[in-house]
């Protein structure tokens, strides 16, 4: 059974500062893994696919990275802002769903 | 984007009612659509997986009774929560997917209930 850890289970910054936030899962035979974003009381907003093939991808100032083989994934977010305060959820699809980690909720500090 | 709509949005009813929620894939073709239950501060936790046309298939531990499900349409798969009490108060959400398996899931916005 996939299980997906999400470190810290919380992250409060300063605006402007880097954020780091991690995700491990324990199976490595996945199709791909998921970065969402979701605001309280919201659903989610996908924010990066990488494919277990790659080894990240980035859009804006938002960039993951992918280490399929020690089961980690790392979201990367430049220059934070307060519009970044959400909870930031991994997800990785193995077989036919995705498992999802407790997420990392974050708080940018004006 | 694509684009996934779920309605309500929030329900509030008396203990006993039946509650259905839509969720409906916008502008794409949904072979296979994933209901989800959320209790606050936790993550999702997948309650069944439905193709259109066939009988949903339910995680282990989710009451297949208690919770209906029907996907009739390639656009449009129901989730209904039969004779709801107070402990059926959750944050459901439903996602959709086409029949590639690296293609991502798209979520809808959520659909608070709360039991009485």
């Known amino acids: 059974k996939q299980e997906v850890t999400q470190i810290p289970a919380a992250l409060s910054v300063p605006e402007g500062e880097n954020l780091v936030l991690n995700c491990s899962f324990t199976?490595?035979?996945?199709?791909?893994l998921q970065w969402f974003r979701q605001d309280p009381g919201k659903g989610l907003t996908s924010l990066l696919l990488?494919?277990?093939?790659?080894r990240e991808q980035t859009s804006g100032r938002l960039n993951a990275s992918l280490d399929k083989s020690s089961g980690r994934s790392t979201l990367y977010i430049a220059a934070s802002q307060p519009g970044d305060s959400a909870t930031y959820l991994c997800?990785?699809?193995?077989?036919?769903?995705?498992?999802f980690g407790a997420g990392t909720t974050v708080t940018v500090r004006a | 984007g694509a684009v996934v709509s779920q309605h309500p949005s929030w329900v509030i009813c008396k203990s006993g009612t039946s509650v259905k929620i839509e969720c409906r894939s916008l502008d794409f073709q949904a072979t296979t659509m994933f209901w989800y239950r959320q209790f606050p501060k936790q993550s999702l936790m997948l309650m069944a997986t439905s193709n259109e046309g066939s009988k949903a298939t339910y995680e282990q531990g989710v009451e297949k009774d208690k919770f209906l499900i029907n996907h009739a349409s390639l656009t449009l798969s129901t989730l209904t929560v039969t004779s709801a009490h107070p402990e059926d108060s959750s944050f459901y959400i439903c996602s959709a997917s086409t029949v590639s398996s690296n293609q991502p899931q798209h979520f809808g916005d959520g659909t608070r209930l709360s039991i009485l």
């Open positions: 990488i494919q277990s093939s790659q």
């Open positions: 199976d490595s035979a996945i199709y791909n």
């Open positions: 997800a990785v699809k193995d077989d036919y769903k995705l498992s």
